[in-house]
């Protein structure tokens, strides 16, 4: 299985400010011969599934607010927050889809 | 709108079965393959089972494997999740996801509400 770490593991950010989570996989989930990485990530709220943000990596899913942006390829992928709201406060995961899918254990995102 | 909503969770002893359901609406479920994806506290989110949009293909993870079995009635827009053998480590929220595309391989674009197995004595 590929295992992915995400880290760091919580993180505390001023309302306004910018947020970065990163994750790593431990083995790459680029389909080179696509040139897609099959990466996603969630945000989950308390008592609720996970919400779909980006997927591909970097495409952000319909109606996600354009704050939030993806990058990364390969094994290492960064989500950012360009300017944290309220709303905001959540647990977010990175998930792979290039074989058996796997999440990375989660960043629990709060206000400072 | 698409629309899941997953039932038949509850307690259950250690050894017994259970069968979850998930029901399906806002889209054609019947060209969507399926998974299920569960939550505990201490493992996070772990994928369970995939099943193909015609059900010929199923897929399991290593944990479930031998003790799980994915079916779909596509005529009913219902998913189900057989679970025998039931263990504590098996204690979780489990949701039902739809994929963005239509690739086995998905991101999972949809979640159900979820529901909690709980297994203990």
């Known amino acids: 299985d590929i295992v992915m770490t995400q880290s760091p593991d919580s993180l505390t950010v001023s309302l306004g400010e910018r947020a970065t989570i990163n994750c790593k996989s431990s083995q790459s989930v680029l389909d080179s011969s696509k040139n897609m990485n099959y990466l996603g990530w969630y945000q989950q709220k308390p008592g609720q599934p996970p919400k779909l943000l980006i997927y591909w990596a970097s495409i952000r899913e319909s109606g996600v607010p354009d704050r939030f942006s993806a990058s990364g390829s390969g094994t290492d992928f960064t989500l950012t927050i360009s300017s944290l709201q309220a709303e905001d406060v959540a647990v977010y995961y990175c998930q792979q889809y290039y074989s058996a899918p796997t999440f990375g254990q989660g960043t629990r995102l709060e206000i400072k | 709108q698409v629309h899941l909503v997953e039932s038949g969770g509850g307690v259950v002893q250690p050894g017994r079965s259970l069968r979850l359901s998930c029901a399906a609406a806002?889209?054609?479920?019947?060209?969507?393959?399926m998974h299920w994806v569960r939550q505990t506290p201490g493992k996070g989110l772990e994928w369970v089972a995939l099943i193909s949009y015609d059900g010929r293909i199923k897929k399991y993870a290593d944990s479930v494997k031998g003790r799980f079995t994915l079916s779909r009635d596509n005529s009913k827009n219902t998913l189900f999740l057989q679970m025998h053998s039931l263990r504590a480590e098996d204690t979780a929220v489990y949701y039902c996801?739809?994929?963005?595309?239509?690739?086995?391989?998905?991101?999972?674009?949809?979640w159900g509400q979820g529901t909690l197995v709980t297994v203990s004595s």
């Open positions: 996801a739809r994929p963005g595309g239509y690739d086995l391989r998905g991101y999972f674009a949809n």
């Open positions: 806002g889209f054609t479920f019947s060209t969507y393959a």
